[in-house]
């Protein structure tokens, strides 16, 4: 926790100094992302929000990798394509992070339904779904 603390303030100081164009720190969030984090499988999808960095660094994603991404330098992943903070890891199972809050459900939720075997999915089904689902039931 003290690792991504670290990464957090050397970044923000770099967007503070117009290095980086964008940052958002993990100040406050860092113990609920290694304590769900260590929850987890490895094999298990994790579809993170933009504060979330510390799933990934749980999971071993290299801090040259994060510094690569906020900077989009040769070295990014995602080739630079996208906004800083907005890490993915195909190898470490961790969908690229989307800027809006709640994405991740509709992302998230017709996979589950895939992974159970439902092969159909309607919009009004998804929404539902997503509904139930989170309350614990199973339809």
């Known amino acids: 926790m ?3 603390n670290t990464m957090d303030r050397i970044l923000y100081e770099s967007q503070r100094q117009g290095r980086i164009s964008f940052y958002m ?3 406050g969030e860092e113990g609920t992302h290694i304590g769900s984090a260590a929850a987890l499988d490895p094999r298990d999808l ?3 929000q933009y504060r979330e960095a510390g799933v990934l660094m749980y ?3 290299p801090l040259d990798l994060f510094m690569a991404q906020c900077y ?3 070295d990014d992943l995602g080739k630079g394509r996208q906004m800083p903070v907005h890490y993915g890891s195909k190898d470490l199972n961790f969908v690229t992070i989307s800027s809006p809050l709640a994405t991740q459900i509709p992302q998230g939720e ?3 339904q895939i992974m159970v075997g439902i092969n159909s999915i309607s919009i009004p ?3 539902f779904k997503c ?3 989170l309350n614990g039931l199973e339809n």
């Open 46 to 48: 994790v579809f993170g």
């Open 125 to 127: 089904k998804v929404h």
């Open 59 to 61: 999971r071993g994603f």
């Open 131 to 133: 509904y139930t689902f």
């Open 72 to 74: 989009a330098n040769v």
């Open 110 to 112: 017709p996979l589950s």
């Open 2 to 4: 003290t690792l991504l």
């Open 25 to 27: 720190t993990n100040y």
